[in-house]
């Protein structure tokens, strides 16, 4: 199954999708669920630049490590 987000443009849009659930075919969720961000987006500036590069070059050097097994 998949999830979409849709806009509606027209006033009689909610009833087709209305009837559309009525007949089993799609699933309306609540309008207050908020779209998720990307972790790349949410965690952007949390670490100053330098604790991230060494942690880039931490993962990097374990990752080498694992290689190596």
Known sequence: ?????VELTH?????LLRDLEAMDIIRLHSGKEAPQKKLSEKYKGVLP???G????????QMRSEWGNI
Request: net charge negative.
């Open 53 to 60: 590069e060494d942690l880039v070059s931490h993962v990097n």
């Open 11 to 15: 006033k009689n849009a909610l009833q």
């Open 49 to 51: 630049k330098e604790a």
């Open 1 to 5: 199954m998949e999830t979409l987000i």
